[in-house]
Every structure is written in C-alpha cells, then in structure tokens.
C-alpha cells in the first residue's frame, strides 16, 4: 500500500483514519479495488475496464463568500444549483467509489442535503473529504456537522491574520469565523474524524506563517496543509496578480531562513513545509516545455459538478473538457466514452497543448515509474 499511497493523496488519508472509521470489510474491499487500479495505471489504456477509485464532487454552487481566487470569480453559472441527493445516490451507486470528495465551487454547507450524503456515503463505507469556509459552523448545522462528519473535515483558512485573511476571503465575517473555529476546537473530539486546516498561499498571505503557527497550537488541530493557490484558466493567467510580487518569493524564504535556527519540533517543521510551498510559487517555465509530465488523474478519478457535468477534475471547470452530463447518460457511458478517451489520449501524447493541463503543475512521472516497477 505505500506505493498506492504515494500515488493516491486520498488514500494517504485512508491510512490516518482507517482505525477508527472504516470497517475490515470496506479496508480489504478498498484494497482489491486500489490493486485493480494500479493494474490499469500501469498501462494507461484510453478506456480503462475499472470504474473510477475516487469521485470529487460539487454537492452545490452557492456560496456566500467571493474569494479572489476562487475560480467562482471567472465561471458563468454559479449559485443556480444544488446537487440533488437523489442523483448524489445515483452516483454512488453506479461508482461505488472508495472515496467521495465533496468539494466544488461552492459551500457544501450551504446544501440542504449534505448529511444526508455524507450518510449514504457511510452506510455504502465510502470514505468522505469535505472542505468549509466554516461560516456555517455553528448552531444546529454545528450539531449536525458532528453527529454526521465526513471522515475528514477540511478547515479552509486562507489567511493568519484578519487582513489577510479579510482581503483574500471577500465577504467573509473574520470575527465570525473565528468564533466558529474556536467552537469547532473546543467541541472536537480526535476519535471521531479528523480536521485538517488548509491555507492556499498566495500574495496577500505569503508571510503569515508565524500567525498561522500560533492559531494551530492554541487549537485542537493537528494537521495543516499549505498548498500554492493555482491559477485556473487555460493560460494559466486570470489570477496571475495573485502572484508574489518580485522579490516577495525570496524575502520570505529569507526571512523564514533567519527564524530556523531559533526554531525547535513542530513549528520548524511546518515553517519548513511552508518555505517549501512558498518556493512552488516562484514563476517556471510552463509544463509544455519539459513535454514529458504526466498526470493521472484520468484513469483513477473524475469530477462532477453541480449541474451534472462531467469533467477530467475540477481544475477544467469552464473549460471545453466537458466529458458527458450525467442527466443523459450513465457513468459508465462518460468514463469509458469517446471524449474521455481522447482526453486521455491528449494527456499521454500532447499535454503541452491541452488547454488547462498545459499550465498545470501536477506530475505524476516519478508515481507512474514506481508503479509501473511493480511486479
Ligand atoms: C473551492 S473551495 C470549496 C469549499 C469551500 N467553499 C471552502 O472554501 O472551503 C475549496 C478550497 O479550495 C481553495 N481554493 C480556492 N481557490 C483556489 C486556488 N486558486 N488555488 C488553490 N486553492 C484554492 C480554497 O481556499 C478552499 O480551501
Ligand atoms: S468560500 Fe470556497 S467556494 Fe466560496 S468563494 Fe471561497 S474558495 Fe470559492
Ligand atoms: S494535469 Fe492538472 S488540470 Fe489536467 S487533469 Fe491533471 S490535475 Fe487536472
């Protein structure tokens, strides 16, 4: 399993939840299902015989925040749709997915029906990701949320302090959000799920690593995840005044490199993975140049989102990679279908002009290696 969790950061999950959340039955089940897709990674076919391991999807459209860098800001559509239970069961049925992430462009809590989801997903031993912008967690959802967790709750806090985190995070209420993270903290039990806190580094936040450090410690939470925020879009330029300004990469770097030395455990490990996000957004040469990076999402994973939409994953939202609509056809249909098979195609033998993926960073070259030395 240590290979298939190096290739499948879901199934890194797995492994820290598994105790507690998931059956024999659904580990051994997740296992032969994760055994049959590495046999199919291993050859890539353009229609792979094995349903996807692992479905992402846009439980709703609505929300009530306008993140600047959230791809909401650049997409036509957005606050018409919730995704209905009822074609969520349907889903999950045809796939039988070993995890389901309940993350689009919009608020899951904002979904009437989100519990019920994240039951059926329980009852069917699916494991659960879901992110919030945390400005629902309170009150009865509040009660709902830890009567019915997924198995593991993403906290998104882009910013350490209130203006960053005000500046990133429009319309969100600092004040509110932070009385509902300290509630979630005081109430949060470590045997029932696990919280992980994800800030997406960008401009505004690129220096918050010590105010970031300080919130984690108070809390109850153990894990954060600094990712670089990604610039949607196929030039990979509609946030591009998202970026660390000139000198901003390096002045960081230095000054996280000056702190190091007085820093002991934790906190100099995570000022190290944070230096380390910092650096992923120093400006590179685009994917296309290298010809040869591969991403292989599409042969274990696909994205849904809320209006039925089928899409490779959900960096291609918006984009003419549209692979099917669920209202018309079933899955199988679309995972085994002529667009995804050309889309796979494109991903093997033209990448540097596939519009999207061209600009996108995700490499699995070293991960396919691995698994292709497997017996
Ligand atoms: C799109 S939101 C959807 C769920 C929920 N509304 C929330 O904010 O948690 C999921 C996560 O994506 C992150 N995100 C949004 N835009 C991003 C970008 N351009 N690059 C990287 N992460 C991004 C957000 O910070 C959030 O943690
Ligand atoms: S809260 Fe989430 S979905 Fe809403 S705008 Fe922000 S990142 Fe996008
Ligand atoms: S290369 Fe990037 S944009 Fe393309 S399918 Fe993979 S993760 Fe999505």
């Known amino acids: 399993m240590v290979v298939l969790g190096t290739a499948f950061e879901p199934l890194q999950n797995f492994r820290r939840v598994i105790g507690d959340t998931f059956t024999v039955r659904s580990t051994v089940e997740t296992a032969r299902r994760g055994w049959r897709v590495i046999r199919t990674v291993q050859k890539l076919p353009l229609t792979p015989a094995t349903m996807p391991l692992g479905v992402q999807v846009e439980t709703t459209n609505y929300c009530n925040f306008k993140c600047i860098m959230c791809n909401r800001e650049v997409l036509p559509g957005m606050d018409e749709n919730h995704l209905t239970l009822q074609a969520f069961k349907r889903l999950i049925a045809q796939i039988q997915p070993a995890v389901a992430v309940m993350n689009g462009l919009g608020e899951p809590l904002m979904d009437r029906t989100i519990f019920d989801k994240l039951d059926a997903c329980r009852r069917a031993h699916i494991l659960t990701t879901m992110p919030t912008n945390l400005s629902f967690v309170r009150g009865e959802r509040l009660e709902r949320l830890l009567a019915s967790p997924p ?139 290298t010809g040869t990076p591969i991403c292989l999402l599409p042969w274990y994973s696909t994205y849904l989102d809320a209006k039925l939409n089928v899409y490779p994953c959900c960096f291609l939202q918006g984009s003419e990679h549209v692979m099917g609509n669920l209202s018309q056809q079933s899955v199988a249909e679309v995972w085994q279908g002529e667009r995804y098979a050309h889309f796979r195609s494109r991903m093997l033998h033209d990448r540097g002009n596939l519009a999207g993926c061209r600009t996108c960073p995700q490499n699995d070259r070293a991960t396919l290696d691995a698994l292709r030395r497997l017996p």
Do not use: C
Request: proline fraction near 4%; avoid cysteine; glycine fraction near 8%.
């Open 151 to 289: 198995n593991i709750l993403q906290l998104s806090i882009d910013g350490g302090e209130r203006t960053s985190y005000e500046a990133i995070r429009g319309r969100a209420d600092y004040d509110q959000i932070m009385a509902n993270f300290w509630a979630l903290s005081k109430r949060y039990d470590h045997r029932s799920f696990h919280i992980r806190v994800l800030i997406a580094l960008q401009r505004l936040n690129l220096g918050d690593f010590e105010p970031m450090y300080a919130m984690m410690e108070r809390s109850n939470f153990n894990e954060i995840t600094v990712v670089p925020f990604f610039d949607y879009g196929h030039t990979g330029e509609h946030f591009r005044h998202l970026q660390p300004m000139d000198g901003q990469v390096d002045a960081t770097v230095e000054q996280i490199n000056a702190v190091l030395p007085g820093t002991r455990g934790k906190r100099r490990n995570f000022y190290i993975r944070w230096r380390g996000a910092v650096q992923q957004l120093k400006p590179k040469s685009p994917q296309a140049d």
